[in-house]
């Protein structure tokens, strides 16, 4: 079955870099876009980008583009999300996930907590 | 803001229905399959409804899609306290080459 398994809790001081990572099994690796998700504290669901692990092409959402860089590496089925410059209003639950947009074929990380304070 | 628009609250009696609307424009609903979730509080979103109306398998029928135009709904009949969790509308945008999502609903069950 396919699982997706995202590093663990990060703590981090405003102006910092943060890098999360997403370990993808039971699929083939090159297939599906990887996205990131982020949910602030309360907040709902923001897309910030895509990898297409097939070809390396990115694609970042304008709020975030600038800071953002999504990576990928095919001998590990691992994609990474960083994010620079980071300020409180970047705390947040930082998911990766799979979908195909006409099936049922649909997976999420278990979250990864992103938490930005001095 | 989220570029589809959900109500943030809905709420029923057990046994009842309950509806959310999720709007959005032709880049996005009107032009491509809309997805639901269901997020209870600590876990990661579960599709509820794929492909606007189709539900996966181990997803209740009382759950319900439907698409029309620029704007999409999910219904939710024979309302249960287990029903209790937030619901997002997701979507495929071309203007922006990603995905986009409601803002959320929480449904209550009084």
């Known amino acids: 079955q396919v699982h997706l398994v995202q590093s663990g809790a990060e703590v981090k001081k405003p102006g910092a870099s943060v890098k999360v990572s997403c370990k993808a099994s039971?699929?083939?690796?090159?297939?599906?876009?990887i996205h990131w998700v982020r949910q602030a504290p309360g907040q709902g669901l923001e897309w910030m980008g895509w990898?297409?692990?097939?070809?390396?092409?990115?694609k970042y959402s304008q709020r975030l583009q600038g800071r953002l860089t999504i990576t990928s590496d095919t001998s590990a089925s691992t994609a990474n999300v960083e994010v620079s410059g980071l300020r409180s209003e970047d705390t947040a639950v930082f998911y990766c996930?799979?979908?195909?947009?006409?099936?049922?074929?649909?997976?999420w990380g278990q979250g990864t907590q992103v938490t930005v304070s001095s | 803001q989220s570029v589809l628009t959900q109500p943030p609250s809905a709420s029923g009696t057990p046994g009842r229905r309950v509806t959310i609307s999720c709007s959005g424009s032709?880049?996005?609903?009107?032009?491509?399959?809309v997805n639901w979730y269901q997020q209870l509080p600590g876990t990661a979103p579960k599709l509820l409804i794929y492909?606007?109306?189709q539900r996966p398998s181990g997803v209740p029928d009382r759950f319900s899609g439907s698409k029309s135009g620029t704007s999409a709904s999910l219904a939710i009949s024979g309302l249960r306290s287990e029903d209790e969790a937030d619901y997002y509308c997701?979507?495929?945008?071309?203007?922006?080459?990603?995905?986009?999502f409601g803002g959320g609903t929480k449904v209550t069950v009084l």
């Open positions: 039971g699929y083939t690796f090159t297939r599906y876009l």
């Open positions: 032709t880049s996005n609903i009107g032009f491509n399959y």
């Open positions: 492909r606007n109306d």
């Open positions: 997701a979507a495929w945008d071309e203007s922006v080459s990603g995905r986009v």
């Open positions: 990898i297409n692990t097939g070809n390396g092409e990115t």
């Open positions: 996930m799979i979908h195909s947009s006409s099936s049922p074929f649909d997976h």
